[in-house]
């Protein structure tokens, strides 16, 4: 009864945190009911939220931190602090207490801004925000002060009536502004000469003012309404080129800069990309972000989209902010008014301005990489041929792997005449390699080959060529059933089998088939009477041999969970994949070890 009793509880508390959500009017309003419903275990009114250890950032929780208790990859500890507009009384549970309603300047002090209260009053703004009106005040946290430069905080505070009263009057909008009120991309007039502030609302219930995060909302006065943020923001400037010009940068528009990162990357890559128009475009269209994204916004790797047409992943790690998993972020959140700018120490090089040998290099096909280069193939990968290069994964090579005349050929066979998209690949289609030779596409339900390689990772597309990560060393086609049958002396008794059974102009046809060759070994493990009794009906030899055929190509890479496949007599045949090794059913004959070649075959 006590367990049926504790499930109702938990079925209750997921609805109420459903419903209570959808009915959220924005992103940070569902938060804030999230961090309210984990909250009201201590009573009413009381919020669970995230601290960062080490640190004095706070969050609101959702979901997922909730069970991760990580905020930019940093542990969390869980506190209880009541919610936005509430306050503590002696003996009771909770926060069952509206704070009282006073005005802006005296609400100041009630949330703890008492910093900016102090400033306020020293700027002789105390009588505005004290009188009538309806104001929102963005008053930067007693914290955000004390991180602002020495020099800045001097400059403000040497010049009162003037420099701090304008700089406050820029933290003041001249109309009550809820956080529903703060649309995400909206703009408002602040009371310093109509200068706009800049709001964004995000997903994660973030909310930013000129890149400042909201960190306590809707403290509401009799004459307003005061948002504590974690900064002193700072006037915008009024668009990205001006700022990105006065640090002699080349990227231009929303998001992502560089200083003088040119310089670290090899020069020849550098001369390239600079001398060729497209190349150069879509390096600094990887740079730009398609949507504003401020630092403080940011708790968790999130893969966003460039202008470039590909996606970045932003993210944290503990105060930095990180590019594809790297801290190379050394200034944060430059405002324009149409956008914002990140100073970056390092090029971000897409794969779209890289030549073919660049994209290899850049991955982890080491072996194959550099076997290419040994091969004398360089030149082809590095040049403005559109080709693409099938690069089999490091083990699917041998350990100390050699060159030699026949592994050149192999890798020049790796190669393929046109520049191709594996979306765009269909099943029996022939791609030609510089080799010369023609490769078929296999289209199965979960895997992609060509030939016995098998698509092993997303592809990378360069500036003229692409490159397929492959999990086999391709083998190119060796001739008929037949032909390959008769090169392996493991199969010399196969290969009389079938000569016997009448069967070797059907070896011979174009197919497609597939075949599961019994070996030597395979043949001899039968009783040597049901052998000889076999070998001596022709036509009973040639229907268990058909058995072991099927008139349609399967690699082994095509191979899944309970594969079936129809033979050219009997009913089916049931593949599946275990180790590795390739496991099927059949009714004379037992698998021993199998491999694949183009025809292809596999042998028992």
Same mark, same amino acid.
């Given at each position: ?15 109420? *945190? ?5 009915? $959220? ?16 275990? /201590? ?43 509430? +306050? ?36 002789? &703004? ?57 649309? /995400?991309?909206? $703009? ?15 997903? #994660? ?43 002699? @940068? ?10 003088? @990162? ?11 990309? &600079? ?81 073919? *040998? ?25 040049? @403005? ?8 994964? #490091?083990?699917?090579?041998? +350990? ?33 390699? *510089? ?96 052998? #000889?009794?076999?070998?001596? #009906? ?11 055929? $099927? ?54």
């Amino acid at each position: 009864k006590r367990s049926k009793m504790q499930h109702l509880t938990l079925f209750t508390l997921a609805l109420t *945190l459903i419903a209570t959500i959808c009915l $959220a009017k924005s992103p940070y309003q569902s938060v804030l009911q999230h961090s309210k419903i984990r909250g009201r275990q /201590h009573g009413p009114n009381v919020c669970a939220m995230q601290k960062i250890q080490g640190t004095d950032k706070k969050y609101f929780t959702n979901c997922k931190q909730w069970y991760h208790r990580k905020i930019c990859g940093k542990p969390t500890v869980i506190s209880y602090e009541c919610c936005p507009g509430y +306050e503590k009384l002696s003996g009771e549970k909770g926060c069952p207490a509206a704070l009282p309603l006073v005005n802006i300047y005296n609400t100041l002090g009630t949330v703890g801004a008492t910093t900016t209260k102090m400033y306020s009053e020293r700027a002789q &703004l105390r009588e505005e925000i004290e009188g009538p009106g309806s104001f929102t005040f963005f008053a930067p946290s007693n914290q955000a002060w004390a991180a602002l430069p020495t020099e800045i905080l001097d400059a403000l505070v040497s010049n009162v009536n003037i420099e701090l009263l304008n700089a406050l009057h820029y933290h003041m909008v001249n109309r009550r502004l809820t956080s529903e009120d703060l649309k /995400h991309g909206s $703009a408002f007039p602040s009371m310093y000469q109509d200068f706009n502030v800049h709001i964004h609302h995000y997903p #994660n219930g973030i909310v930013t003012v000129n890149c400042a995060r909201l960190v306590k909302t809707d403290q509401h006065a009799t004459n307003g309404i005061v948002h504590i943020v974690d900064r002193v923001i700072t006037f915008v400037t009024p668009f990205i080129h001006s700022l990105i010009h006065s640090q002699n @940068s080349l990227s231009y528009r929303t998001l992502l800069p560089f200083p003088t @990162s040119f310089e670290k990357i090899p020069t020849e890559m550098r001369n390239r990309i &600079l001398g060729d128009p497209v190349a150069l475009r879509d390096l600094l269209n990887y740079h730009i972000l398609k949507n504003m994204q401020c630092a403080e916004s940011i708790t968790s790797g999130t893969p966003l989209e460039t202008l470039q047409g590909t996606v970045l992943e932003v993210g944290c790690d503990g105060t930095d902010m990180t590019l594809n998993g790297k801290a190379i972020v050394q200034k944060k959140d430059q405002l324009g008014t149409n956008g914002v700018v990140h100073y970056i120490n390092e090029l971000l090089i897409p794969d779209s301005a890289k030549t073919l *040998l660049e994209l290899a290099q850049g991955s982890v096909v080491t072996t194959a990489t550099k076997l290419f280069v040994d091969a004398g193939l360089g030149s082809h990968l590095s040049g @403005s041929e559109t080709l693409t290069i099938l690069t089999p994964q #490091n083990e699917a090579f041998k +350990e100390g792997v050699t060159m030699t005349g026949e592994l050149k050929k192999l890798l020049k066979n790796h190669i393929l005449k046109e520049k191709l998209s594996s979306s765009l690949l269909y099943h029996r289609q022939e791609l030609e390699t *510089l080799g010369g030779i023609k490769l078929r596409v296999l289209v199965y339900r979960n895997s992609l080959c060509i030939e016995n390689s098998c698509i092993a990772a997303h592809d990378k597309t360069g500036r003229f060529g692409s490159m397929f990560t492959v999990d086999k060393v391709l083998t190119p086609p060796m001739g008929t059933i037949m032909d390959v049958l008769k090169a392996d002396d493991r199969f010399s008794l196969l290969v009389g089998a079938i000569q016997t059974a009448g069967m070797t102009e059907l070896m011979n046809q174009a197919g497609p088939h597939t075949v599961f060759a019994p070996t030597n070994d395979a043949f001899s493990a039968l009783p040597k009477a049901d052998l #000889n009794k076999l070998m001596g #009906n022709p036509q009973e030899l040639a229907g268990v041999l058909k058995y072991h055929m $099927a008139k349609e190509i399967l690699v082994s890479g095509g191979v899944g969970s309970h594969t079936r496949l129809k033979p050219l007599q009997g009913d089916k045949l049931e593949l599946n994949m275990y180790k590795h090794v390739l496991t099927h059913v059949l009714p004379v004959l037992t698998v021993q070890t199998c491999t694949t070649s183009l025809i292809p075959v596999y042998y028992l």
